[in-house]
């Protein structure tokens, strides 16, 4: 697999195709293998999926404490691996981060395409308390289609080295997002900030955070994008791969224009 | 050996079966469960067991603290602690312990425990533990944090005890511009700290250095796993460069005596398979969330703690006498075994359970009596 060093600090990355470059942010669950969702967008874009710090195989570094570390870890990483513009695309933790990131200065993004992003808080809605689940039960919650589920069900991680893995993306997620429970609370009030066309896409479904978050992101970012998908969970990019791929890449087409 | 009669004060009444349908009797089981009016009873019960235990000749009594939870009515310790020193008047009182990392003002630890020893003049036996997994479900502290926090504020309350005020403490996660405990502890230079625990290789490192030599309880544990963490502490004190003293050891452990073997078994059986079965159980999410444990030690203990780790299997009496996890027992039966593990590793601390699950007062009370007086004098040094 490949390697993403930025200022000493070393993770694992999976890259295809060419053409104007995506930055592709993993959320909670680790970094995936090479979806069909990536597949399509790298017909016409470099796409760039590393693995966040702290997740999977990638370094573990002690300063990076917090989401907002992670923000300006990836701020690092596109003014030292770009020189033009990118398209950022972050599913759930990875929206976060992305939103995060973009809030802070949005000199390097071309766009912000937002898949369930998770930090920010409607309340008296609360996401669902992923951390307590069962393996089984997460897994029935990720998807609508419940199809996915038992795939993912019947086919745990095996060997020693990919328990491992699993186990340190579950320590990662407990770090970012345990308190508060997958959210800034600061964050909401400077989403304004985020000067780049913005698309927000939400599974209709979705049992880990809730669709109608969607509203508040189109409430207070200007002008987004909001694609609600029908009968679509927490993962749209896996679940409904072919046509949220579609919609992303529609997307990224009419912005670069 | 030194005698400590323990106590969880679990809630007896609670409607076991209806309780089941949930996904343990922590954090998530509706507080609709408990009933003032029979809580109120349960305190008084068991206060009067450990003021009774006194009387009997223990050494010490002890309460410890959990949340959100049946399995234990002690949310705040130090209140129970504050009515036993009312009660009492030469036993030690031990609060095994307090959740460190969990709050977010040890200060605020330091402070109480300092007012206990002073109330108590000097009778008090501080415990620091980092809470079990479901309370960082139930507090919303992030268990990532967890060893951080505990070594942190630990570092701060020593500190706070033995260091003249006012001073500044300047932490990651805790940060004060005046640190300046009025009280402070009676004891010099400050209460005794055990350090309960599961079994974790950095705890018994940590707790076996020569700057500290604190006390290590091994906990809810088969007789093969507390001989094997007693023994880790042992060689652990031996790299430290010395030898650890038998009251540097611990043994925390539910205890029932009869006059017979079958009648001790028959006695104990609700009481001890409802603590294992009804008040204990939680699922790993709840137990270990990441971060609570280093990953290795998470894979060890996953292994070899299937027990605790599901509601799919029943434990019974027989299972847990067996695996030495509950002595239970004639007194000569009870000494032999207890016998047996002092051998084996020279612990000098015996916490006993003597009230555990459901058992009523009846049955404890005579079991407390049976302990001290026909177990406990073969026992002292």
Same mark, same amino acid.
Request: charged share 20%; net charge negative; glycine share 6%.
């Given at each position: 697999?490949?390697?993403?060093?930025?200022?000493?600090?070393?993770?694992?990355?999976?890259?295809?195709?060419?053409?104007?470059?995506?930055?592709?942010?993993?959320?909670?669950?680790?970094?995936?293998?090479?979806?069909?969702?990536?597949?399509?967008?790298?017909?016409?874009?470099?796409?760039?999926?590393?693995?966040?710090?702290?997740?999977?195989?990638?370094?573990?570094?002690?300063?990076?404490?917090?989401?907002?570390?992670?923000?300006?870890?990836?701020?690092?990483?596109?003014?030292?691996?770009?020189?033009?513009?990118?398209?950022?695309?972050?599913?759930?933790?990875?929206?976060?981060?992305?939103?995060?990131?973009?809030?802070?200065?949005?000199?390097?993004?071309?766009?912000?395409?937002?898949?369930?992003?998770?930090?920010?808080?409607?309340?008296?809605?609360?996401?669902?308390?992923?951390?307590?689940?069962?393996?089984?039960?997460?897994?029935?919650?990720?998807?609508?289609?419940?199809?996915?589920?038992?795939?993912?069900?019947?086919?745990?991680?095996?060997?020693?080295?990919?328990?491992?893995?699993? *186990?340190?993306?579950?320590?990662?997620?407990?770090?970012?997002?345990?308190?508060?429970?997958?959210?800034?609370?600061?964050?909401?009030?400077?989403?304004?900030?985020?000067?780049?066309?913005?698309?927000?896409?939400?599974?209709?479904?979705?049992?880990?955070?809730?669709?109608?978050?969607?509203?508040?992101?189109?409430?207070?970012?200007?002008?987004?994008?909001?694609?609600?998908?029908?009968?679509?969970?927490?993962?749209?990019?896996?679940?409904?791969?072919?046509?949220?791929?579609?919609?992303?890449?529609?997307?990224?087409?009419?912005?670069?224009? | 050996?030194?005698?400590?009669?323990?106590?969880?004060?679990?809630?007896?009444?609670?409607?076991?079966?209806?309780?089941?349908?949930?996904?343990?009797?922590?954090?998530?089981?509706?507080?609709?469960?408990?009933?003032?009016?029979?809580?109120?009873?349960?305190?008084?019960?068991?206060?009067?067991?450990?003021?009774?235990?006194?009387?009997?000749?223990?050494?010490?009594?002890?309460?410890?603290?959990?949340?959100?939870?049946?399995?234990?009515?002690?949310?705040?310790?130090?209140?129970?602690?504050?009515?036993?020193?009312?009660?009492?008047?030469?036993?030690?009182?031990?609060?095994?312990?307090?959740?460190?990392?969990?709050?977010?003002?040890?200060?605020?630890?330091?402070?109480?425990?300092?007012?206990?020893?002073?109330?108590?003049?000097?009778?008090?036996?501080?415990?620091?533990?980092?809470?079990?997994?479901?309370?960082?479900?139930?507090?919303?502290?992030?268990?990532?944090?967890?060893?951080?926090?505990?070594?942190?504020?630990?570092?701060?309350?020593?500190?706070?005890?033995?260091?003249?005020?006012?001073?500044?403490?300047?932490?990651?996660?805790?940060?004060?511009?005046?640190?300046?405990?009025?009280?402070?502890?009676?004891?010099?230079?400050?209460?005794?700290?055990?350090?309960?625990?599961?079994?974790?290789?950095?705890?018994?490192?940590?707790?076996?250095?020569?700057?500290?030599?604190?006390?290590?309880?091994?906990?809810?544990?088969?007789?093969?796993?507390?001989?094997?963490?007693?023994?880790?502490?042992?060689?652990?004190?031996?790299?430290?460069?010395?030898?650890?003293?038998?009251?540097?050891?611990?043994?925390?452990?539910?205890?029932?005596?009869?006059?017979?073997?079958?009648?001790?078994?028959?006695?104990?059986?609700?009481?001890?398979?409802?603590?294992?079965?009804?008040?204990?159980?939680?699922?790993?999410?709840?137990?270990?969330?990441?971060?609570?444990?280093?990953?290795?030690?998470?894979?060890?203990?996953?292994?070899?703690?299937?027990?605790?780790?599901?509601?799919?299997?029943?434990?019974?009496?027989?299972?847990?006498?067996?695996?030495?996890?509950?002595?239970?027992?004639?007194?000569?039966?009870?000494?032999?075994?207890?016998?047996?593990?002092?051998?084996?590793?020279?612990?000098?601390? *015996?916490?006993?359970?003597?009230?555990?699950?459901?058992?009523?007062?009846?049955?404890?009370?005579?079991?407390?009596?049976?302990?001290?007086?026909?177990?406990?004098?073969?026992?002292?040094?």
């Amino acid at each position: 697999m490949d390697r993403l060093v930025t200022r000493g600090t070393c993770v694992r990355a999976l890259r295809g195709g060419v053409g104007s470059p995506i930055l592709f942010l993993h959320g909670a669950g680790g970094m995936p293998g090479w979806l069909p969702f990536f597949e399509r967008l790298s017909q016409h874009h470099a796409l760039l999926v590393p693995e966040h710090p702290c997740f999977g195989a990638s370094d573990d570094p002690h300063w990076i404490r917090d989401v907002s570390d992670l923000a300006m870890y990836y701020l690092d990483v596109l003014d030292a691996h770009y020189t033009s513009p990118v398209h950022v695309v972050g599913h759930s933790l990875g929206g976060w981060i992305a939103t995060e990131a973009a809030v802070r200065n949005t000199q390097r993004f071309a766009s912000l395409t937002l898949l369930a992003p998770a930090g920010i808080r409607v309340k008296g809605l609360p996401p669902g308390d992923n951390f307590i689940w069962s393996p089984e039960e997460a897994a029935r919650n990720r998807f609508h289609d419940q199809s996915f589920a038992e795939a993912a069900i019947k086919a745990p991680p095996q060997s020693d080295e990919d328990i491992d893995l699993e *186990l340190q993306n579950k320590l990662a997620a407990v770090k970012f997002g345990w308190e508060p429970r997958w959210f800034n609370p600061d964050l909401e009030k400077w989403l304004h900030r985020i000067s780049v066309p913005t698309h927000v896409i939400w599974g209709k479904e979705d049992k880990i955070l809730p669709c109608a978050y969607a509203r508040l992101w189109e409430e207070r970012v200007t002008g987004p994008r909001v694609t609600i998908i029908d009968a679509c969970g927490h993962l749209p990019q896996v679940e409904r791969a072919s046509e949220v791929a579609e919609q992303v890449a529609t997307f990224l087409q009419r912005v670069s224009r | 050996m030194k005698f400590t009669c323990f106590h969880l004060m679990p809630y007896r009444a609670l409607e076991r079966e209806a309780a089941k349908t949930y996904r343990s009797a922590w954090v998530v089981l509706p507080n609709s469960f408990y009933d003032p009016i029979k809580g109120a009873e349960e305190y008084d019960s068991y206060l009067d067991q450990l003021v009774y235990a006194e009387e009997l000749g223990f050494d010490a009594i002890a309460v410890n603290e959990h949340h959100q939870t049946a399995y234990g009515s002690m949310p705040a310790p130090n209140l129970i602690a504050s009515a036993l020193i009312q009660r009492t008047k030469s036993v030690k009182i031990a609060v095994l312990g307090r959740a460190l990392p969990i709050v977010g003002n040890p200060i605020n630890i330091a402070e109480e425990f300092a007012m206990l020893d002073v109330l108590s003049k000097g009778r008090l036996i501080t415990g620091f533990v980092r809470g079990i997994g479901a309370e960082y479900h139930s507090t919303g502290v992030n268990p990532a944090f967890s060893h951080e926090r505990f070594h942190e504020a630990h570092d701060l309350i020593i500190k706070a005890w033995t260091a003249p005020g006012p001073f500044e403490f300047e932490g990651d996660h805790y940060r004060f511009r005046y640190v300046n405990l009025w009280p402070r502890p009676y004891q010099s230079p400050h209460p005794p700290v055990w350090i309960p625990s599961m079994g974790s290789r950095e705890t018994i490192v940590w707790a076996s250095a020569p700057e500290r030599k604190y006390p290590f309880l091994v906990t809810f544990s088969s007789e093969a796993a507390v001989v094997r963490y007693l023994t880790m502490y042992k060689e652990a004190a031996r790299e430290h460069g010395y030898a650890a003293d038998g009251d540097q050891l611990g043994w925390a452990v539910p205890l029932y005596v009869a006059d017979t073997d079958t009648r001790a078994r028959a006695e104990a059986k609700a009481g001890l398979e409802s603590l294992f079965n009804d008040f204990l159980p939680m699922p790993w999410e709840m137990l270990l969330p990441p971060g609570y444990t280093s990953i290795s030690s998470l894979k060890v203990t996953m292994k070899m703690r299937t027990s605790l780790g599901s509601r799919a299997r029943n434990q019974t009496i027989d299972e847990l006498i067996a695996n030495g996890t509950a002595v239970v027992g004639s007194p000569a039966t009870v000494r032999e075994k207890i016998e047996r593990v002092r051998e084996q590793t020279g612990v000098n601390l *015996l916490i006993t359970m003597l009230q555990f699950g459901v058992m009523p007062d009846n049955l404890a009370r005579r079991n407390m009596e049976l302990f001290a007086t026909e177990v406990m004098p073969h026992l002292r040094n």
